[in-house]
């Protein structure tokens, strides 16, 4: 049975009352109403559980002896969907109150003898009160502050996409080989079981590794003929470059390792930083293989893509001087196994 409804002058805080006696429950409406709160009384535990359900309350006051349901046994039903309403048991009698161990499992925030005077029950309703309304503030708070996060990072990757695009655009042989080499490298990461937080870097460490080549000058970027010593040199600056581009903005901060040492070989003898073995980042040594196994797929103004068998034998060979052997291994396996992965992923990007 339903005991009170809405109150006009309510401060909007939503206070559901259960107990099976009808008249606690009105000395509460009444009690509880001239404080200012939302009241509704239930006198049946059960009607209470599916009252929760449908509508929100923010406090709950429960009695805890109660026919057919005892309170912790409502308490039990209500957080298996509900684990924010704050709850308070109303107790008879001391000895009668709930051992401590099931308050806590059952997330009750406190628990109270009945008495005629309502004062201490009125503290424990209004520091629960209080609580809520830090609770809801620190909500509200968290999605503002995941709302303008969410914003910051679109418009940060939507002006270094912008920037790729101007890379890619300069050369139209490079073009698609960012996606591809993001692709791999997801492709990769799966296979060696990374979780999908590492599969996001490596995809958008792929999409970036070669934004740096924005800082190269185009006569350099589009020779088509053998390269000097001091242009190849200028070529070498692109993973510094784009690690700097980047450094601006801390959600990259992941992905800068891919970028500034995608170019690193494993016996040391690569660029910028001439890291060996496993001090290359390892994401930046799979993008590394990603990276040439493109390079050796795609067709050049100088020559045709290299034939697969040429590839593996290439990436074999390159084992423990150029690419990590273990990721070698890793990524022959899947050219020898399971290849149509490769093929899915150039057939997106021709
Ligand atoms: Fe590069
Ligand atoms: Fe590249």
Redesign the pocket.
């Known amino acids: 049975m339903r005991k009170g409804t809405y109150d006009a002058n309510s401060n909007g805080y939503k206070i559901i009352v259960v107990d099976d006696e009808p008249g606690i429950v009105d000395s509460l409406s009444i009690f509880l109403k001239r404080s200012g709160y939302n009241f509704t009384g239930v006198t049946d535990p059960v009607e209470a559980i599916e009252l929760v359900k449908k509508e929100h309350f923010d406090l709950m006051l429960l009695d805890f002896i109660m026919t057919p349901l005892h309170g912790d046994q409502v308490v039990e039903e209500i957080r298996k969907f509900n684990r924010e309403l704050y709850i308070l048991l109303l107790t008879g009698h001391k000895d009668l109150a709930p051992p401590l161990e099931t308050i806590r499992r059952l997330d009750i925030q406190g628990y109270c003898e009945k008495s005629d005077k309502f004062d201490q029950l009125l503290l424990l309703v209004e520091s629960g009160i209080k609580a809520i309304s830090q609770m809801n503030l620190i909500k509200e708070i968290n999605e503002e502050l995941k709302d303008a996060n969410q914003r910051l990072e679109k418009a940060y990757m939507e002006s270094i996409e912008t920037l790729r695009y101007t890379v890619e655009a300069k050369d139209p042989y490079t073009r698609g ?2 996606d591809r ?1 993001s692709e791999y490298s997801v492709l990769i990461g799966k296979y060696l079981g990374l979780p999908e937080e590492d599969l996001k870097i490596l995809r958008i460490g792929g999409l970036f ?2 934004i740096g080549k924005i800082g190269v000058p185009d006569s350099i970027l589009l020779k088509t003929e053998k390269l000097t010593d001091d242009e190849y040199s200028e070529i070498k600056n692109h993973p510094s470059i784009g690690a700097h581009i980047l450094s601006n903005a801390s959600i990259f901060k992941d992905i800068i390792p891919i970028v500034k040492h ?1 170019h690193e070989k494993y016996d040391g003898n690569g660029y910028p930083s001439k890291l060996k073995g496993e001090d290359i980042p390892l994401f930046a040594r799979i993008a590394a293989i990603a ?1 040439t196994f ?2 050796m797929t795609s067709k050049r103004t100088y020559r045709d893509s290299l034939g697969l068998d040429i590839v593996k034998a290439e990436i074999e060979r390159c084992k423990g001087t150029q690419f990590d052997p273990k990721l070698a291994d890793i990524f022959l396996d899947i050219l020898n196994n399971h290849y149509t992965d490769i093929v899915e992923i150039q057939s997106k990007y021709l």
Do not use: Q
């Open positions: 080989h960012s080499v590794h070669d995608h990276d493109d390079a």
